[in-house]
């Protein structure tokens, strides 16, 4: 605390991130297209321009502090979790996706596709503890309901995302819950409480939301789906049960991984083909694990050129009391996650800056944590360069700014969290 408090803050030090925006956004309006301009390129220039910056250091100096961003187990957890989902979602292919579309249309009427995707995204997420790795496994089964029943697509894609999200931020597996608890100081029991009677209220009115859309639609085309293969729904029960009973997520995902290509094997597909499909898996997973690459060296960069210690200079100024106070810790990880587009990433940087904050509002470190998992969801949830939107939009081929207005969840999350701030935490001790 004491190192941060010594560093000068420097508005200066988030320039980078203000010409990302320009050169990401920009193009993306002028071709009304969020993907048309790459967010790996635009990342790039941001970096650039960080590189630019400090004079005081010289450029060998700047690629240590690059390298020393990156030397985090977190970082290194998301990007193998990343590839191990790709190599999980590939194995089984369109197939395995398509088996548990005709699975769920087999009970449920077709209208309500998307409020029971959602449900199972959240049940998933709560159970693994990644938010990535659920829509890596939910999406590509809500664009074969979709082809086959004319469903919304980007409704679809918007609750697959929203209930990911769910569990990203309440599953005691979470790298964000992790992340929140250790540096605050508490209770992983004591924060999912505090978590859990914010996020219900909003988990309610999606599904409330989600009703209307259901009950209203015209109808959704007929469908009969075809003959089920059991065999290919064992991957994902085996993933569902290993992630409830807490088995680690690298475990789950390389069981399921095994268990598929037995048995696509055992029904006749190719080894070549099944070796393929592995690896076009994991191949659909690198402009996402680049993207977080590039955002953990550029955001590096901006806290030691004293980017981060502006933005608490700057909420010292703007809030005043207790609510204030969790306005700013709000605003804070919210800003983290808009520059760095990892929730995990954000929340750590925000954490001791948080701390600070809530020792002299008097918040607790219930709350605190909270906050902090919340807006860091809340804002990654709804971020098109995200790596959650990143990895929907790629798999199912819609475009982000068609989803963004679905995303009920991350929206009604963040009202339920600032109506909240006005009740006083159910853990009293810091």
Known sequence: MQELSQKKGNWWALLPIAVFLVVYIGFSLIFNDFYAMSVVVAFMVAILVACLQNRKLKFDDKLSVMAKGLADKNIVTMILIFLAAGVFAGTLGREGAKTVADLFLSFIPSNFSALVLFLVACFVSTAMGTSCGTITVIAPIGLAISQATGISLPLIVGSVIGGAMFGDNLSFISDTTIAATSTQGCKMKDKFKENFFIALPAAILTIVVLLIFALTSDGASDYTPDKINVWLLLPYVLVLIGGIVGINVFVVLISGIVTAIVIKLALGVELLAVVSSMGGGASGMFEVIMVTVLVTVLSALMREFGGFDALLSGIK???????????????????????????????????????????????????????????????????PYGAQMVTAVSLTAVSA?????????????ALSALAFMFIPSFKKKK
């Not at 609510?323 to 750590?348: K, P």
């Not at 700014?401 to 999350?413: S, T």
């Open 317 to 383: 100024k703007l809030f005043k009391g207790k609510v204030g106070g969790q306005l700013g810790i709000s605003l804070l990880v919210s800003a983290m996650d808009v520059a760095t587009a990892n929730n995990t990433v954000a929340i750590v940087m925000a954490a001791p800056i948080a701390k600070t904050i809530s020792e002299e509002y008097g918040i607790t470190s219930t709350k605190t944590a909270s906050l902090l998992d919340i807006f860091g969801s809340v804002v990654q949830g709804i971020i």
């Open 401 to 413: 700014g068609a989803v963004i207005p679905f995303l009920f969840y991350p929206y009604l999350l």
